[in-house]
């Protein structure tokens, strides 16, 4: 009687147990079940998508995407590798030694063998009816004028999983609306892996990302980039940019800076020459920021054009340092317009000391430094200023003529302007629109203040085209022109001093004066003919307006 007992309950449990197992596969695990079961006779195909067209003004294509073809072997269906070896290498030449090892290895099934094949290349291949080898559909970013606004563009790599991803410029900024939505599409498979005809098939189309239509006058781009690359071999500075942009929209024309990169091969250029120096390189202005300390002094009704110096007779003591002009010329009884004209450093102290430092700073974030200016490309960096209690009456000095502060060229390419377009301070801007398919999406939004009083805007520019036709810099002017403009020779920092060689020269301006166009600033860093910009920044900036005043059809004043 135990015995039976003893078994009844081995039994009981058995069959409870088994009601457990049955009940966890059937519905503790069934979803997980399931889906090993799909997976068993399904297969799945990943649609790539095309990413988003980027435009010049007028709709030519800088950047769009292309197919090509990867192309990958199948160890375990090759019988003669020496055979598949010679095919594929007199079509696409593979190192020897790699490619046997892959294939002597059966237990690989799949192993790509080449990236960004063309469709051209891929026919070649598939004429020589190779065994074992196959090709899965990709995009590429093309570009139909080659290196031309790199910085501007950026490029699109991949990121830490392998995954496309823009890099820098537009490609970075806009990376969302570039990038489009991948497609995918399951069908069932029999127990050899092939296509069941009749068998269930669905998925989801791709949809490629959006176009970028930009401001970017593709003929201005190619005089710019063609006019500082001998600019810079002409004047043997290391390095150079130049910004042209819209003075009353903000719509930026143009936009170069050299060493630059090739965008297609950006893997085997230098990566310090990625970032865009025009939005992410800070550079003591110097000259070049007097028209704008000498704004302050006149919308405060500090001074006015025919207002005297009367401490610019000779080198001037801030404190325990001398300042000096430029070129230890003087000029008693300067009058405002004369201080920008000569350039005149000690005259600058004179303002400088008038504005004082509360309101130097205040119109110095008035101006749109110390913060990003909001310009749609990845990198842009903000300028830095010390804090209102730690200045010094030397340091307002040194600000008031370009030195101690720094700016970035967009910040003050777009303070210059404002002096073009009554006073404002606008957002710059690369890309005009968005276009989805049928919708575009007009990107007209962006910052706009009224920073400065109107007078004083027709007042600075009338100084500005004084300095030009009476400055250093007269000798390259265009005739016949009326330019706006102010030349710029800032010593650069090392090591806690200024080296006394090395500068960065540069001129900023807008043109025509009476009816702005354009504003335009050159840079140029180190240039070995000369130290000034007024001898390098200058010319180079008149030679490039010369082109655009042709291209554009602006007839001389």
């Known amino acids: 009687m135990r015995r039976i007992k ?113 469709p051209t290349v891929k026919e070649s291949l598939e004429n020589q009816k190779i065994p074992g080898i196959g090709f899965e559909p990709q995009w590429s970013r093309f570009y139909p004028e080659a290196s031309m606004a790199a910085n501007l563009l950026g490029f699109v790599g991949g990121d830490e999983n392998g995954n496309e991803k823009g890099y820098f410029g537009l490609e970075g900024f806009y990376d969302r609306e570039l990038k489009g939505i991948s497609g995918w599409r399951f069908w069932e498979r029999d127990l050899f892996g092939r296509p069941i005809i009749i068998g269930q098939e669905w998925g989801r189309q791709s949809k490629a990302g959006r176009d970028l239509y930009l401001y970017l006058d593709r003929s201005v781009q190619f005089l710019v980039e063609n006019e500082l690359k001998e600019g810079i071999k002409k004047y043997g500075a290391i390095s150079g940019s130049v910004v042209v942009m819209d003075p009353l929209f903000g719509g930026i024309l143009a936009m170069a800076s050299f060493p630059s990169f090739d965008p297609a091969n950006f893997a085997k250029e230098d990566k310090s020459n990625f970032p865009n120096p025009v939005v992410s390189f800070n550079f003591e202005p110097g000259s070049v920021f007097k028209p704008i300390v000498m704004a302050m002094a006149i919308d405060l009704g500090l001074v006015n054009p025919s207002t005297v110096c009367d401490s610019c007779s000779g080198p001037v003591m801030v404190g325990e340092h001398l300042i000096k002009t430029w070129n230890e010329k003087y000029y008693p009884n300067s009058t405002m317009t004369e201080i920008i004209q000569h350039s005149d450093n000690v005259g600058m102290v004179f303002v400088g000391r008038k504005v004082g430092i509360k309101n130097f700073v205040n119109y110095w974030e008035k101006f749109g430094f110390g913060k990003k200016t909001g310009i749609d490309l990845e990198g842009e960096s903000a300028s830095f200023i010390r804090e209102k209690n730690s200045w010094k009456e030397i340091d307002l000095a040194t600000a008031s003529f370009g030195q101690g502060i720094a700016v970035t060229p967009i910040q003050l390419t777009r303070a210059i302007a404002a002096f073009a377009n009554g006073g404002k301070l606008i957002t710059p801007k690369v890309v005009k629109k968005i276009k989805d398919g049928e919708k575009e999406i007009w990107l007209n939004n962006g910052e706009e203040k ?84 007024s001898e390098t920044a200058a010319p180079l900036w008149f030679e490039i307006a010369k082109g655009i005043f042709q291209i554009w059809g602006i007839p001389p004043s």
Not at 488 to 514: C, L, M, R
Request: aromatic fraction near 10%; glycine fraction near 6%.
């Open 450 to 533: 009224q920073i400065i009083r109107p007078i004083t805007a027709k007042v600075i520019t009338q100084m500005m085209v004084n300095a030009v036709e009476k400055g250093e810099a007269k000798w390259a002017k265009p005739k016949g022109h009326k330019i706006a403009g102010k030349t710029g020779t800032a010593q650069i920092p090392v090591a806690g001093h200024y080296d006394e060689e090395k500068t960065i020269a540069s001129f900023v301006g807008f043109a025509p004066a009476n009816d702005p166009k354009f504003v335009m600033l050159v840079t140029l860093r180190e240039p070995k003919t000369s130290p000034w910009g």
């Open 6 to 118: 003893i078994l009844l309950g081995v039994s009981t449990l058995a069959w409870v147990g088994l009601v457990i197992r049955l009940f966890y596969w059937q519905v503790g695990s069934f979803q997980k079940l399931f889906l090993e079961a799909r997976n068993q006779h399904l297969e799945k195909e990943e649609i790539s998508s095309p990413r988003g067209t980027i435009f010049s003004s007028d709709n030519f294509p800088l950047v769009l995407s292309k197919r090509v073809y990867s192309l990958f072997i199948q160890p375990n269906q090759i019988d003669n590798p020496q055979e598949v070896y010679k095919k594929i290498n007199q079509i696409l030449p593979q190192d020897q030694k790699s490619f046997f090892e892959v294939v002597s290895n059966k237990k690989i099934n799949w192993y790509p063998l080449a990236k960004g094949i063309s």
